[in-house]
């Protein structure tokens, strides 16, 4: 069974500063990589994912991903952040064979200060 | 292309009562997916539902059931509510499996009194 790990429940961060929120991954076989944001009161776009290939991924506004194997860890980050970031950003996981389901880490609020 | 419709938006029940929730998801998508989203909890997976059929299925009691349509819509049941089971219900749909790409309805509030 695979799980997720979202090390930080909040973080803060000044305007036009950059911001890396931390994934760690637990599975014994081979994983796509998500992740996604929620603004208030609405469900989860997805941002950006990792399938296969180039281990650098680059999403919507601005974000990008790195997935790293022999760490576990998939972080997201963007060099320079905006008031409109603001929102919970949830890594997820899932095993490449066949049709498994997405596991969803507990969730970062990024909270972007002006 | 319309998204993921779910309703209804927001829903008020008491203890011990059941609930019906709805989930379109976005034409020519086969697989429906469920979320319980709660502060604590985070996301949980319920279950998903592919061409009628119960793929997957999370660690949830028997109190939480679903099913789905041949036109992809599908339904969650939640009998004998319970004040824990206030949370977002959130829906995912996808052409074939939310493991590549899956699209979200802005959920359903299910607040139990």
């Known amino acids: 069974a695979q799980s997720v790990t979202q090390l930080d429940s909040q973080v803060p961060v000044f305007e036009e500063a950059p911001v890396e929120l931390r994934c760690n991954y637990s599975?014994?076989?081979?994983?796509?990589l998500f992740w996604y944001v929620q603004y208030p009161n609405q469900g989860l776009q997805l941002l950006l994912k990792y399938l296969s290939g180039s281990t650098l991924v680059k999403g919507i506004n601005g974000f990008e991903a790195e997935f790293n194997k022999s760490q576990t860890s998939f972080h997201l980050r963007k060099p320079s952040v905006h008031i409109s970031d603001t929102a919970e950003y949830f890594c997820?996981?899932?095993?490449?064979?066949?049709?498994?389901?997405?596991?969803f880490g507990i969730g970062t609020k990024l909270q972007v200060i002006p | 292309k319309a998204g993921v419709t779910q309703t209804p938006r927001y829903l008020i029940k008491t203890r011990g009562q059941q609930v019906t929730l709805s989930c379109s998801p976005i034409?020519?998508?086969?697989?429906v997916s469920w979320y319980q989203q709660t502060p604590g909890q985070g996301l949980q997976f319920l279950f998903e539902y592919f061409s009628e059929t119960q793929r997957n299925k999370g660690n949830f009691p028997g109190r939480f059931s679903g099913r789905q349509f041949s036109n992809s819509r599908s339904e969650m049941n939640v009998s004998t509510l319970e004040l824990g089971d206030s949370a977002l219900y959130l829906c995912a749909s996808s052409h074939d499996s939310m493991n590549t790409e899956a699209f979200f309805g802005q959920g359903t509030r299910l607040t139990v009194v």
């Open positions: 997820a996981v899932s095993e490449q064979k066949g049709y498994q389901k997405v596991t």
């Open positions: 034409s020519g998508h086969r697989s």
């Open positions: 599975s014994s076989v081979s994983v796509y």
